[in-house]
């Protein structure tokens, strides 16, 4: 089974930010749907339901204190001239506290054979980009400072992840407070 730990959006205010968000931009991309909207703290890929074991034990050991976060700006990866994905970031001090939660699970599950490839950066996919659209600058740059309110974060969860023609359908496994 297909597996990643997530911080869900689940202020109405920020949905409602998002949505509109997706409608003011002009892009030739597909908008990722409002109950799909999330921080991925660790991809963990296929799992086996064994190892899923493993992994709630781990992951139920985790304390931290719940915190608020503010959702803002947006940006593109790879890059501005060749996006496949345009995200919403979040400020510098909520990034500090997604960055210290993304730790605190990073060191769990290490013992158990999961690492990261890349660095965490806290974003929210808001649009996926299957075709070349080449250099989207001037489009971000007229969006770039939106202010998508704030969200309090007082659990993760360990989702699935199963890939479908019509995109992904995501299912909670497991919500950790």
């Not at 703290?41 to 709630?56: A, N, P, V």
């Not at 971000?140 to 974060?153: A, C, D, P």
């Amino acid at each position: 089974m297909r597996v990643f730990v997530s911080v869900d959006i689940s202020n109405n205010e920020i949905i409602n930010s998002v949505k509109n968000f997706q409608s003011l931009i002009e892009v030739d991309a597909k908008a990722i749907e409002s109950k799909n909207l999330h921080f991925t703290l660790q991809f963990l890929g296929e799992i086996s339901e064994k190892k899923i074991e493993l992994i709630i034990q781990e992951l139920k050991k985790i304390e931290f204190l719940k915190f608020e976060i503010y959702l803002k700006g947006i940006g593109v990866f790879p890059n501005i001239k060749s996006p496949k994905i345009i995200w919403i970031g979040t400020d510098q001090n909520s990034s500090k506290k997604m960055i210290n939660l993304f730790k605190k699970i990073q060191n769990s599950l290490k013992p158990l054979g999961f690492t990261s490839d890349k660095s965490f950066k806290p974003h929210i996919t808001v649009f996926r980009i299957k075709k070349k659209i080449g250099d989207i600058t001037e489009e971000m740059k007229t969006h770039e400072n939106i202010n998508f309110g704030k969200q309090e974060v007082s659990s993760f969860k360990l989702k699935k992840s199963e890939l479908t023609a019509n995109g992904p359908i995501y299912s909670d496994l497991m919500e950790f407070n």
